[in-house]
Protein backbone atom coordinates (compact mmCIF):
# COMPACT_ATOMS: atom_id res chain seq x y z
CA UNK A 1 0.00 0.00 0.00
CA UNK A 2 1.46 3.02 -1.32
CA UNK A 3 1.68 6.19 1.15
CA UNK A 4 -1.43 8.09 -0.85
CA UNK A 5 -3.60 4.84 -0.21
CA UNK A 6 -2.31 4.56 3.44
CA UNK A 7 -3.56 8.46 4.05
CA UNK A 8 -7.30 7.55 1.78
CA UNK A 9 -7.32 4.20 4.24
CA UNK A 10 -6.30 6.90 7.30
CA UNK A 11 -9.48 9.48 6.46
CA UNK A 12 -11.79 6.37 5.58
CA UNK A 13 -11.21 4.83 9.17
CA UNK A 14 -11.77 8.64 10.88
CA UNK A 15 -14.84 9.03 8.76
CA UNK A 16 -15.80 5.47 9.73
CA UNK A 17 -14.95 6.72 13.72
CA UNK A 18 -16.70 10.09 13.62
CA UNK A 19 -20.42 8.02 12.44
CA UNK A 20 -19.83 5.64 15.63
CA UNK A 21 -19.50 8.40 17.84
CA UNK A 22 -22.49 9.94 16.81
CA UNK A 23 -24.32 6.80 17.21
CA UNK A 24 -26.31 8.02 20.25
CA UNK A 25 -27.97 11.63 18.79
CA UNK A 26 -30.09 10.11 16.84
CA UNK A 27 -32.19 7.15 16.73
CA UNK A 28 -31.77 6.47 12.96
CA UNK A 29 -28.74 5.29 12.00
CA UNK A 30 -26.55 6.75 9.59
CA UNK A 31 -24.40 4.98 6.66
CA UNK A 32 -21.39 5.18 8.09
CA UNK A 33 -23.11 3.79 11.33
CA UNK A 34 -24.54 0.58 10.00
CA UNK A 35 -21.32 0.49 7.28
CA UNK A 36 -18.79 0.29 10.58
CA UNK A 37 -21.14 -2.36 12.15
CA UNK A 38 -20.85 -4.66 9.16
CA UNK A 39 -17.59 -4.98 8.86
CA UNK A 40 -17.14 -5.36 12.35
CA UNK A 41 -19.24 -8.30 11.89
CA UNK A 42 -17.78 -9.21 9.16
CA UNK A 43 -14.61 -9.40 11.28
CA UNK A 44 -16.10 -11.43 13.90
CA UNK A 45 -16.63 -14.38 11.45
CA UNK A 46 -12.99 -14.07 10.23
CA UNK A 47 -11.55 -14.28 13.68
CA UNK A 48 -14.19 -17.76 14.66
CA UNK A 49 -12.07 -20.84 14.26
CA UNK A 50 -12.72 -23.28 11.18
CA UNK A 51 -15.12 -25.80 13.14
CA UNK A 52 -16.91 -23.20 14.59
CA UNK A 53 -17.84 -21.97 11.22
CA UNK A 54 -18.68 -24.99 9.76
CA UNK A 55 -20.71 -26.18 12.30
CA UNK A 56 -22.54 -22.63 12.43
CA UNK A 57 -23.21 -23.05 8.50
CA UNK A 58 -24.14 -26.82 8.91
CA UNK A 59 -26.72 -25.62 11.17
CA UNK A 60 -27.98 -22.93 8.81
CA UNK A 61 -28.11 -25.53 6.16
CA UNK A 62 -30.47 -27.66 8.43
CA UNK A 63 -32.74 -25.16 9.94
CA UNK A 64 -33.50 -23.53 6.52
CA UNK A 65 -34.83 -26.92 5.67
CA UNK A 66 -37.99 -25.79 7.59
CA UNK A 67 -38.50 -24.00 4.46
CA UNK A 68 -38.72 -26.42 2.22
CA UNK A 69 -40.86 -28.78 4.68
CA UNK A 70 -43.73 -25.99 4.41
CA UNK A 71 -43.55 -25.70 0.59
CA UNK A 72 -43.61 -29.30 0.06
CA UNK A 73 -46.75 -29.58 2.65
CA UNK A 74 -48.54 -26.28 1.41
CA UNK A 75 -47.71 -27.57 -2.17
CA UNK A 76 -49.12 -31.51 -1.38
CA UNK A 77 -52.19 -29.63 0.45
CA UNK A 78 -53.08 -27.29 -1.90
CA UNK A 79 -52.71 -28.76 -4.92
CA UNK A 80 -55.85 -30.18 -5.33
CA UNK A 81 -57.59 -26.66 -5.23
CA UNK A 82 -54.99 -24.84 -7.12
CA UNK A 83 -52.94 -24.61 -10.52
CA UNK A 84 -49.58 -25.52 -10.51
CA UNK A 85 -48.65 -21.70 -11.42
CA UNK A 86 -50.67 -20.59 -8.66
CA UNK A 87 -48.75 -22.55 -5.87
CA UNK A 88 -45.71 -21.73 -6.69
CA UNK A 89 -46.64 -18.22 -5.60
CA UNK A 90 -48.44 -19.16 -2.40
CA UNK A 91 -45.58 -20.69 -1.57
CA UNK A 92 -43.98 -17.46 -0.61
CA UNK A 93 -46.34 -17.56 2.38
CA UNK A 94 -43.98 -20.17 4.11
CA UNK A 95 -41.10 -19.37 2.29
CA UNK A 96 -39.61 -16.74 4.92
CA UNK A 97 -40.21 -19.18 8.17
CA UNK A 98 -36.51 -21.17 7.70
CA UNK A 99 -34.98 -17.73 6.83
CA UNK A 100 -36.36 -16.06 10.17
CA UNK A 101 -35.11 -19.43 12.43
CA UNK A 102 -31.72 -19.08 10.37
CA UNK A 103 -31.44 -15.22 11.03
CA UNK A 104 -32.63 -14.53 14.11
CA UNK A 105 -30.57 -17.48 14.95
CA UNK A 106 -27.50 -15.95 13.96
CA UNK A 107 -26.41 -19.26 12.33
CA UNK A 108 -24.30 -18.96 9.54
CA UNK A 109 -25.89 -18.71 5.97
CA UNK A 110 -23.91 -17.97 2.55
CA UNK A 111 -25.99 -15.43 1.10
CA UNK A 112 -26.41 -13.11 4.15
CA UNK A 113 -23.15 -13.79 4.90
CA UNK A 114 -21.65 -12.77 1.16
CA UNK A 115 -21.84 -8.67 1.66
CA UNK A 116 -20.68 -8.76 5.15
CA UNK A 117 -17.28 -10.70 4.70
CA UNK A 118 -16.46 -8.55 1.25
CA UNK A 119 -16.86 -5.54 3.35
CA UNK A 120 -13.56 -6.11 5.38
CA UNK A 121 -11.90 -6.92 2.47
CA UNK A 122 -12.61 -4.06 0.64
CA UNK A 123 -12.12 -2.16 3.91
CA UNK A 124 -8.56 -3.61 4.00
CA UNK A 125 -8.85 -5.22 6.98
CA UNK A 126 -8.38 -8.80 5.52
CA UNK A 127 -6.88 -10.03 2.07
CA UNK A 128 -9.16 -11.94 -0.63
CA UNK A 129 -7.69 -14.98 -0.52
CA UNK A 130 -9.00 -14.77 3.26
CA UNK A 131 -12.42 -14.29 1.89
CA UNK A 132 -13.23 -17.20 -0.69
CA UNK A 133 -11.59 -19.86 2.26
CA UNK A 134 -14.52 -18.47 4.82
CA UNK A 135 -17.18 -18.61 1.96
CA UNK A 136 -16.18 -22.26 0.99
CA UNK A 137 -16.21 -23.08 4.65
CA UNK A 138 -20.04 -21.39 4.36
CA UNK A 139 -21.15 -22.94 1.53
CA UNK A 140 -19.37 -26.42 2.66
CA UNK A 141 -21.76 -26.71 5.90
CA UNK A 142 -25.04 -24.80 4.22
CA UNK A 143 -24.92 -27.67 1.92
CA UNK A 144 -24.10 -30.31 4.39
CA UNK A 145 -26.56 -29.34 6.16
CA UNK A 146 -29.03 -29.00 3.40
CA UNK A 147 -27.76 -32.95 2.38
CA UNK A 148 -29.12 -34.25 5.70
CA UNK A 149 -32.17 -32.00 5.91
CA UNK A 150 -33.43 -33.26 2.52
CA UNK A 151 -32.77 -37.16 3.48
CA UNK A 152 -34.81 -36.66 6.37
CA UNK A 153 -37.76 -35.05 4.73
CA UNK A 154 -37.62 -37.33 2.07
CA UNK A 155 -38.16 -40.12 4.74
CA UNK A 156 -40.87 -38.67 7.11
CA UNK A 157 -43.06 -36.83 4.53
CA UNK A 158 -44.53 -40.08 3.22
CA UNK A 159 -44.55 -41.40 6.64
CA UNK A 160 -46.62 -38.62 8.07
CA UNK A 161 -48.60 -37.92 4.99
CA UNK A 162 -47.51 -34.21 4.63
CA UNK A 163 -46.43 -34.64 1.22
CA UNK A 164 -45.32 -37.52 -1.34
CA UNK A 165 -41.95 -38.22 -3.44
CA UNK A 166 -43.52 -36.53 -6.82
CA UNK A 167 -43.84 -33.25 -4.78
CA UNK A 168 -40.10 -33.24 -4.76
CA UNK A 169 -39.72 -33.76 -8.64
CA UNK A 170 -42.51 -31.20 -9.20
CA UNK A 171 -40.60 -29.08 -7.15
CA UNK A 172 -36.93 -29.39 -8.51
CA UNK A 173 -37.98 -29.42 -12.14
CA UNK A 174 -39.37 -25.59 -11.77
CA UNK A 175 -36.59 -24.74 -10.14
CA UNK A 176 -34.43 -26.52 -12.75
CA UNK A 177 -36.14 -24.94 -15.61
CA UNK A 178 -34.58 -22.26 -16.88
CA UNK A 179 -31.42 -21.96 -18.79
CA UNK A 180 -27.89 -21.56 -17.05
CA UNK A 181 -27.99 -17.50 -18.02
CA UNK A 182 -31.69 -16.81 -16.69
CA UNK A 183 -30.37 -18.58 -13.27
CA UNK A 184 -27.40 -16.53 -12.99
CA UNK A 185 -29.12 -13.33 -13.25
CA UNK A 186 -31.87 -14.62 -10.79
CA UNK A 187 -29.19 -15.72 -8.39
CA UNK A 188 -27.65 -12.44 -8.61
CA UNK A 189 -30.89 -10.39 -7.91
CA UNK A 190 -31.71 -13.02 -4.71
CA UNK A 191 -28.14 -12.30 -3.78
CA UNK A 192 -28.70 -8.87 -4.29
CA UNK A 193 -31.71 -9.07 -1.95
CA UNK A 194 -29.84 -10.93 0.52
CA UNK A 195 -27.31 -8.38 1.14
CA UNK A 196 -29.86 -5.60 1.43
CA UNK A 197 -31.54 -8.04 3.46
CA UNK A 198 -28.70 -7.87 6.25
CA UNK A 199 -27.80 -4.31 5.85
CA UNK A 200 -31.42 -3.41 6.85
CA UNK A 201 -31.34 -5.94 9.49
CA UNK A 202 -28.30 -3.77 10.75
CA UNK A 203 -30.20 -0.56 10.84
CA UNK A 204 -32.94 -2.18 12.58
CA UNK A 205 -32.67 -3.39 16.71
CA UNK A 206 -36.27 -4.45 17.38
CA UNK A 207 -36.87 -7.85 17.00
CA UNK A 208 -40.30 -7.64 15.41
CA UNK A 209 -39.21 -5.30 12.83
CA UNK A 210 -36.05 -7.66 11.99
CA UNK A 211 -38.66 -10.66 11.42
CA UNK A 212 -40.94 -8.16 9.27
CA UNK A 213 -37.80 -7.33 7.28
CA UNK A 214 -36.73 -11.23 6.75
CA UNK A 215 -40.26 -12.18 5.87
CA UNK A 216 -40.72 -9.25 2.88
CA UNK A 217 -37.49 -9.68 1.21
CA UNK A 218 -37.47 -13.06 1.19
CA UNK A 219 -41.53 -13.74 0.27
CA UNK A 220 -40.54 -11.51 -2.83
CA UNK A 221 -37.96 -13.68 -3.75
CA UNK A 222 -40.06 -16.52 -3.48
CA UNK A 223 -42.56 -14.71 -4.98
CA UNK A 224 -40.68 -13.59 -8.18
CA UNK A 225 -38.87 -17.58 -8.47
CA UNK A 226 -35.26 -15.77 -7.59
CA UNK A 227 -32.54 -18.76 -7.57
CA UNK A 228 -31.62 -19.11 -3.47
CA UNK A 229 -28.22 -21.44 -3.93
CA UNK A 230 -28.68 -22.69 -0.11
CA UNK A 231 -32.29 -23.64 -0.26
CA UNK A 232 -32.50 -24.32 -3.67
CA UNK A 233 -29.99 -27.25 -2.74
CA UNK A 234 -32.02 -28.88 -0.84
CA UNK A 235 -35.26 -28.78 -3.89
CA UNK A 236 -32.54 -30.10 -6.26
CA UNK A 237 -31.22 -32.63 -4.04
CA UNK A 238 -34.39 -34.16 -3.10
CA UNK A 239 -35.09 -34.10 -6.67
CA UNK A 240 -32.48 -36.15 -7.78
CA UNK A 241 -32.85 -38.38 -4.89
CA UNK A 242 -36.73 -39.16 -5.81
CA UNK A 243 -36.93 -38.64 -9.12
CA UNK A 244 -34.66 -40.31 -12.67
CA UNK A 245 -35.94 -36.98 -14.48
CA UNK A 246 -33.34 -35.09 -11.91
CA UNK A 247 -29.92 -35.72 -12.61
CA UNK A 248 -26.56 -34.87 -11.53
CA UNK A 249 -25.68 -32.81 -14.22
CA UNK A 250 -29.21 -30.78 -13.68
CA UNK A 251 -28.04 -30.62 -9.73
CA UNK A 252 -24.53 -29.11 -10.48
CA UNK A 253 -25.61 -26.51 -13.39
CA UNK A 254 -28.02 -25.48 -11.24
CA UNK A 255 -25.83 -24.98 -7.69
CA UNK A 256 -22.59 -23.54 -9.78
CA UNK A 257 -24.86 -20.82 -11.25
CA UNK A 258 -26.93 -20.43 -7.92
CA UNK A 259 -23.55 -19.78 -5.74
CA UNK A 260 -22.00 -17.93 -8.68
CA UNK A 261 -24.78 -15.47 -9.28
CA UNK A 262 -25.33 -15.31 -5.49
CA UNK A 263 -22.00 -14.19 -4.69
CA UNK A 264 -22.21 -11.50 -7.15
CA UNK A 265 -25.04 -10.15 -6.01
CA UNK A 266 -24.25 -9.71 -2.66
CA UNK A 267 -20.64 -8.55 -2.95
CA UNK A 268 -20.60 -6.11 -5.90
CA UNK A 269 -24.31 -5.07 -5.61
CA UNK A 270 -24.35 -4.37 -1.84
CA UNK A 271 -21.09 -4.89 -0.44
CA UNK A 272 -19.14 -2.56 -3.76
CA UNK A 273 -21.34 -0.23 -3.98
CA UNK A 274 -22.16 0.71 -0.06
CA UNK A 275 -18.53 1.20 0.69
CA UNK A 276 -17.61 2.91 -2.77
CA UNK A 277 -20.99 5.74 -2.20
CA UNK A 278 -19.57 6.02 1.18
CA UNK A 279 -15.47 6.34 0.39
CA UNK A 280 -16.91 8.62 -2.38
CA UNK A 281 -18.40 10.89 0.32
CA UNK A 282 -15.27 11.07 2.25
CA UNK A 283 -13.67 11.94 -0.68
CA UNK A 284 -15.77 15.00 -1.47
CA UNK A 285 -15.45 16.10 2.21
CA UNK A 286 -11.73 15.41 2.15
CA UNK A 287 -11.74 17.99 -0.96
CA UNK A 288 -13.10 20.68 0.68
CA UNK A 289 -10.33 21.60 2.99
Partial sequence: MTKQDEEIQKNIDSELDKSDSKKNTNSK???????KEQICEGQETYNKKASSI????????????????LICALFYFAEDSFAEETLFKLISLVYPIGFILVILGQS?????????????ILNNKREAGSLFKIWGLVIFGNLLGGFLMAMVLIWIGPKLNIF??????????HVTKPDSLTILVSAILAGWLMGLLSWLLTSSTETMSRIVIIYVIT???????????????????????TSPNIEFIDYLKFQFFAILGNAIGGAVFVALLKYRAFVY????NQNKY
Avoid: R
Avoid at 281 to 284: E, P, Q
Fill in 29 to 35: KSHGEIL
Fill in 54 to 69: ILSSLTAGLEIGFSFL
Fill in 108 to 120: ILFTEQTSLLTLP
Fill in 164 to 173: ELSTFETIAK
Fill in 219 to 241: ATMSFTGLHHSIIGNIEVFSGMI
Fill in 281 to 284: NVDV
